[in-house]
């Protein structure tokens, strides 16, 4: 089955503060996804990649940024961190138009 | 403009009983149709999804769901619910739009199941 990690699982951050959230796939896929989750609301697309070394903007990319090594890693930076950016972030992955799966998500509060 | 709508935000229902969580899609192009379940603190996990064929799909642990392209509706169904199966629902739209696998989130339905 599908593998996707991410880390931390849960970070407190101060407001002008820089964040970067991981993610980690075993699953040899092309594509990997960034999407938050809004308390009461469903997932929206952040970032997304579909090769190493190249990264696109998705439906709410402002205030973020992303940045693919390799294939494997996928990771999210939050420059300057701002209250609006409490969320719970999710990671996903898939090969080409393919069923996504997710990560177990990164709880980010930030004061 | 892809949408998907999921009307009831809650749904409570005893254990035993049987379950329909309502979708209504939105859709310019071929759907693709998908539902996830997101247990308390975890990811979303995959229960079934729908592509072509057959309108009524199985998925995981007594899930099916039944796709009707003149309703635009997909809905989750479950014969007999259990304690377990408490949780967060999401309906989601694939669209494909060049080589990308963009996918459309419904708000969710909660369910709880009162034993």
């Known amino acids: 089955e599908a593998a996707v990690t991410q880390s931390p699982r849960s970070k407190v951050a101060v407001t002008g503060g820089k964040v970067t959230l991981s993610c980690h796939q075993t699953?040899?896929?092309?594509?990997m996804y960034w999407y938050r989750q809004d308390t009461g609301h469903g997932l929206r697309l952040i970032h997304y990649?579909?090769?190493?070394?190249?990264?696109e903007k998705g439906d709410i990319p402002d205030g973020y940024k992303a940045s693919r090594p390799s294939q494997e890693n996928f990771s999210l930076i939050l420059e300057l961190a701002s209250l609006s950016q409490t969320a719970v972030y999710f990671c996903a992955s898939s090969g080409h138009q393919d069923t996504q799966y997710f990560g177990p998500g990164t709880r980010l509060l930030v004061l | 403009a892809q949408s998907v709508t999921q009307p009831d935000a809650r749904v409570t229902v005893s254990e035993g009983a049987s379950l329909q969580l309502r979708c209504k899609y939105s859709?310019?192009?071929?759907?693709?149709l998908f539902w996830y379940v997101q247990y308390p603190r975890q990811g979303l996990q995959l229960l079934l999804k729908?592509?072509?064929?057959?309108?009524v799909v199985q998925g995981v642990n007594g899930f099916e769901a039944e796709f009707s392209k003149s309703n635009s509706s997909f809905h989750l169904r479950k014969a007999s619910v259990h304690w377990s199966d408490s949780a967060v629902y999401f309906c989601?739209?694939?669209?494909?739009?060049?080589?990308?696998?963009?996918?459309?989130f419904g708000a969710g339905t909660r369910l709880a199941v009162c034993p």
């Open positions: 990649s579909y090769v190493a070394d190249s990264t």
């Open positions: 699953n040899n896929h092309d594509y």
């Open positions: 729908y592509y072509s064929g057959d309108p």
């Open positions: 989601v739209l694939r669209v494909v739009s060049g080589s990308f696998n963009k996918l459309t």
């Open positions: 859709s310019s192009g071929t759907p693709y």
